[in-house]
T-cell receptor, first 112, second 114 residues
Framework: KQEVTQIPAALSVPEGENLVLNCSFTDSAIYNLQWFRQDPGKGLTSLLLIQSSQREQTSGRLNASLDKSSGRSTLYIAASQPGDSATYLCAVRLGATNKLIFGTGTLLAVQP | EAGVAQSPRYKIIEKRQSVAFWCNPISGHATLYWYQQILGQGPKLLIQFQNNGVVDDSQLPKDRFSAERLKGVDSTLKIQPAKLEDSAVYLC????????????FGPGTRLTVL
């Protein structure tokens, strides 16, 4: 059974810092991995999607890496801003069903 | 393009009452998903529809939860009777088809069971 874990559960940093969020999964047989952002009272917004054959994806200040063999992914946020404050979720997609298995999330607070 | 719509946004009920949630997916999206997100946890898939057929309902507590997607567009999720542990945010998502298509999420319905 696939399990997805995120560390840390919560993180508070001062504005301008670079930070790394971690995601681990138990079964390496994934189709792809996706990072989402969730703001209070809102749905999930997709940030980055990494196919199982890829090592990393970048979008602006965000960089996500994937090491499928070790069951790990990281989300790197450069020069953090207060507007980055949200919960960040990673999810692995299992094969053809498009089923997403989510991690528990990391609650990020960026202090001005 | 309009996103995934859900209503109501908030609902408070007492245990043993029944409740229903509504979802309208993005126009043209064949696949619809209902997720349950308990506070402090990631979303968990309850049921997945492809058009009006069920693809996966393995984690749906069928003794109290039911869902339908008549005509392959809108969907409703019902809980009857509700328990305290059903307090959660219920998220609806849709995708163009199945497979590797991106899922787009609605704002969710926050349910509180007293």
């Amino acid at each position: 059974k696939q399990e997805v874990t995120q560390i840390p559960a919560a993180l508070s940093v001062p504005e301008g810092e670079n930070l790394v969020l971690n995601c681990s999964f138990t079964d390496s047989a994934i189709y792809n991995l996706q990072w989402f952002r969730q703001d209070p009272g809102k749905g999930l917004t997709s940030l980055l999607l990494i196919q199982s054959s890829q090592r990393e994806q970048t979008s602006g200040r965000l960089n996500a890496s994937l090491d499928k063999s070790s069951g790990r992914s990281t989300l790197y946020i450069a020069a953090s801003q207060p507007g980055d404050s949200a919960t960040y979720l990673c999810a692995v997609r299992l094969g053809a069903t498009n089923k997403l298995i989510f991690g528990t999330g990391t609650l990020l607070a960026v202090q001005p | 393009e309009a996103g995934v719509a859900q209503s109501p946004r908030y609902k408070i009920i007492e245990k043993r009452q029944s409740v229903a949630f509504w979802c309208n997916p993005i126009s043209g999206h064949a696949t619809l998903y209902w997720y349950q997100q308990i506070l402090g946890q990631g979303p968990k898939l309850l049921i997945q529809f492809q058009n009006n057929g069920v693809v996966d309902d393995s984690q749906l507590p069928k003794d109290r939860f039911s869902a339908e997607r008549l005509k392959g567009v809108d969907s409703t999720l019902k809980i009857q009777p509700a328990k305290l542990e059903d307090s959660a945010v219920y998220l609806c998502a849709s995708s163009l088809a199945g497979g590797k298509d991106t899922q787009y999420f609605g704002p969710g319905t926050r349910l509180t069971v007293l």
